[in-house]
């Protein structure tokens, strides 16, 4: 939340948004690929800003066992709203 506040407070100073905005590599608390809430206001963020967001946090996955597993990823989300997750 406290990424979020920080890029909505300085795109009041944009005179165009940047191409990327990039958070550091655990700004995100929650996978936005399971996190519906999450998932939602980071699109918001994209679509009302007009720019990509380049993001890192964990990404969930199971082992052989079906055991869950996190580890760190990068997640792009476009101004459309699209999710890309890069591991």
């Known amino acids: 939340e406290a ?5 909505q407070q ?3 100073a944009w005179e165009a948004p940047p191409a ?3 958070w550091p590599e655990s700004a995100l ?3 936005p690929e399971v996190a519906g809430a999450a998932r939602e206001r980071l699109r918001a963020l994209t679509r009302d800003l007009g720019t990509a967001l380049l993001a890192g946090g964990s ?3 199971w082992d052989g066992v ?5 580890f760190n ?3 792009l989300i476009e101004p459309s709203g699209r999710l890309h997750a890069y591991d």
Do not use: D, K, N, P
């Not at 990424?3 to 890029?7: K, N």
């Open 29 to 31: 608390e929650t996978s």
């Open 73 to 75: 990823a990068a997640f």
């Open 59 to 61: 990404r969930i996955g």
């Open 66 to 70: 079906w055991r869950e597993r996190r």
């Open 3 to 7: 990424y979020l506040a920080a890029t």
């Open 20 to 22: 990327l905005v990039v």
């Open 10 to 12: 300085r795109a009041i």
